[in-house]
């Protein structure tokens, strides 16, 4: 079992920029890939970013590229999202999650955090 918590949403004023954090609990956190979704309401769950187990590479949607940046500190237990630029269209319950296979899709993440809330003012 993995239990993550997320931390850091709010509301922030386009343009401006937030610094979500995810903690893991366990010792095998280093052993999963790791990822960010959102959820607007109305709308399905989205993939935002992933980082591999080693933080050696990472993926990130096509709506995010060059503003949101993943991280995470294995000793730490611990994965950020940085993001910059803030839009309005970037209002949603964020989630991160936890993969043992790593990927972009929904069913490959085994664990869920509770989601917090980013929204973006005009």
């Known amino acids: 079992q993995v239990q993550l918590v997320e931390s850091g949403g709010g509301l922030v004023q386009a343009g401006g920029s937030l610094r979500l954090s995810c903690a893991a609990s366990g010792s095998t956190f280093s052993t999963y890939a790791m990822g960010w979704f959102r959820q607007a309401p109305g709308k399905n769950r989205e993939f935002v970013a992933t980082?591999?187990?080693?933080?050696?590479?990472?993926l990130y949607a096509d709506s995010v590229k060059g503003r949101f940046t993943i991280d995470r500190d294995n000793a730490k237990n611990t994965v950020d999202l940085q993001m910059n630029s803030l839009k309005p269209e970037d209002t949603a319950l964020y989630y991160c999650?936890?993969?043992?296979?790593?990927?972009?899709?929904?069913?490959?993440?085994?664990?869920w955090g509770q989601g917090t809330q980013v929204t973006v003012s005009s």
């Open positions: 980082i591999s187990w080693s933080g050696a590479s990472a």
């Open positions: 999650a936890a993969s043992r296979r790593g990927g972009t899709g929904i069913p490959l993440y085994e664990y």
